[in-house]
């Protein structure tokens, strides 16, 4: 399976972005997929999941009320909206896919990653 992330870019305090996240090959063995993101000197920390079948979400603490994961299943793809970005949302973000029936909040539950794309808030 691979993962084309993209949407990532330079935004004011406040604002929005949507990243997108397509995958390719062998979709069929996709469940789940997550949103991760990594700051500079910190370790990659779990954002935003969704399962493909039910559509079942998880969030971390920190983005509940500002962001959105969904799934487009005809295009295989997965959505972040994020709103009301805020300076601490700076990170380089990965969206991940995994071979299980089910959405969970760490990285080892992830089998496949993309390649990361950055996001930077200013303030």
Not at 24 to 38: A, D, E, K, L, N
Not at 54 to 75: C, E, I, P, Q, W
Not at 76 to 84: G, P
């Amino acid at each position: 399976v691979q993962l084309q992330a993209s949407g990532g870019g330079l935004v004011q305090r406040g604002g929005s972005l949507r990243l997108s996240c397509t995958a390719s090959g062998r979709t069929f063995s996709v469940y789940s997929m997550g949103w991760f993101r990594q700051a500079p000197g910190k370790e990659r920390e779990f954002v935003a999941g969704i399962s493909w079948n039910d559509g079942h979400t998880l969030y971390a603490d920190s983005v509940k009320g500002r962001f959105t994961v969904s799934r487009d299943n005809a295009k295989i793809t997965v959505y972040l909206l994020m709103n009301s970005l805020k300076a601490e949302d700076t990170a380089v973000y990965y969206c991940a896919a995994a071979e299980h029936g089910a959405v969970a909040g760490y990285a080892a539950w992830y089998d496949y990653w993309g390649q990361g794309t950055q996001v930077t808030v200013s303030s």
